[in-house]
């Protein structure tokens, strides 16, 4: 089965583990982690938002310093979700993808055939119990509800 | 009578330019058109213009030093600093650093104004929370709400205060007696509201290793910079007790930062990173206003407030705060602290009564853009929403933001002026 994880910005081992338990290792996958632009796009707003006469454009330096870390990141969390499912078998191929976390993951997975989509409930969710009314995150929320496959929904119980 | 219709009229129609900007001009363009008309149309003599420009030296003075300042604090990694050192001092604990990244801010502010902060030390937590993993919008809102709920510590913590003081100020003693239990109290609001309204957000913890310990900043230019700045921090506090011109400080400070560390800084980059637009702006609003003050209408409406101040004094407080903060939030602050200090001064009340209004003005004045801030955050927001139809209780928690945590600041500020008359 060709199975699209979408891996936040934490829990990727945790993750693959899970999928393992459930249906086996014998699936191809392809880790997703999608830099979201919204709280970047958030920051330059307010940075050239109202009122922002005396305000300058943010150096280049500054741009450069996040964007070097929010790919350290999104690296740095395919890597430990790459380690975990090769251990594992899985075959995998690994993406980092810039723009709306949830259309993104919507469309890849149309795009690709993908038969399955696993996700984390809320990226809350990892290290904390999440049930109950509103324990689903946007993301996963956009996901269900436009997903063109099955969902595997997970939570920390 | 036509003469004065016209002379509102130009008044209300750079207001107008400022706040709705049209064909995206900027705001320093709409006010100089507002100044030229004025004295094309012979409501303000043009030495007499001249005359009030120079007669604000001290604010020009203390803007350019403070953006100097700013700037090679920012070169030599100051805020990267302060970001790490926070990230390290919270032990892995996300609501521990939500508090120190308040507290780092109300320092940063009370020594290098709102701006410093929000305009540079907010990239630098964003850049570090996002190495944290850990969401990064509540720590962006801590920062740019601090940054204007600080901003009433000290005269130097917003450009705004010094148009008061310059004007109306009498010294660091009285300012702090009526500021400085506001101040502490909208900090201690601004921070539990946010800590209850991101408690999910905050239940996390990180990895303190994932903070790199490398420093990339030249040290001695670091160590200097941070000595200047511990100078220039007390020099400040001593000027405005003492009533000596803050630009003075400001000036002298970045003048000997920029000897000291001519060859660390980087000359472009600061030359870029200085608003000269600001001060057409400014330059612009104070000829504006200087027209509309000799026309009358705003010593009328300064004589209005007293007049229900001296009848009902808690109800004038409540009312100029509220009143100035919603005129910041719609008009920008700059013109509206310039308005109510000429309202104020061509009052020309001394005591209580006047004092407490100069103060209600300046709560308002600085706390009043922080509805401006989420004013434009949560549109975007609400776009996010529209085009999501997953609607997650976080994001609506974020309108709560401003109009909740605004006006609570303000009255529970107000208070506290009234309490001190």
Known sequence: ?157 | MVHSALGILIFGLTLGAIMVRPYHISEAFAAAIGAVLMVLGRFLPPNEALRTLAGEWNIFGFFLGLMVISSVADQAGLFEFLAAQTGRLAKGSARRLFLGVFLVGALTTAFLSNDATALILTPAVYTLVTRLRLPVLPFMFACTFIADTASFLFPISNPINILFFNSLGSGLAVFLHYLLLPALFCMIINFSLFSFLFRHDLRRSYDVDSIPLEFSFDRAFFRFTVITLSVISIAYVLASAFQLPLSFVAMGGAIFLLIGSRRFVNWPRLRREISWSLFIFISGMFIVIKAIENLGFVSKFGFGLVNLARNSPAMAILITSMGTALGANLINNVPMALVMISALSSVGADGPVHQSLVYASILGCDLGPNLTTIGSLATMLWLLILRRKGLEISYIEYFKLGVVVVPVMVAVGALLIWLHW
């Open chain 1, 1 to 157: 089965m060709r199975v699209l994880c979408a891996v936040g910005s934490r829990g990727g081992p945790e993750m693959i583990r899970k999928l393992r338990a459930i249906m086996g290792a014998q699936h191809e996958l392809l880790l997703l982690h999608v830099i979201d632009t919204g709280p970047r796009q958030s920051l330059d707003a307010f940075l050239r938002g109202p009122g922002s006469h005396h305000r300058p454009p943010p150096p280049l330096e500054r741009e450069r310093r996040v964007d070097e870390v929010e790919e350290f990141v999104a690296k740095t969390t395919l890597e430990e979700a790459r380690q975990e499912a090769e251990q594992a078998g899985y075959t995998i191929h690994a993406e980092i993808q810039r723009g709306q976390a949830e259309k993104l993951i919507v469309q890849l997975a149309k795009d690709g055939g993908y038969q399955l989509i696993v996700i984390w409930s809320s990226e809350g969710a990892q290290g904390h119990p999440q049930i109950g009314p509103a324990s689903i995150g946007r993301v996963a929320r956009y996901v269900l509800d436009h997903a063109p496959c099955d969902v595997l929904m997970l939570r920390e119980l």
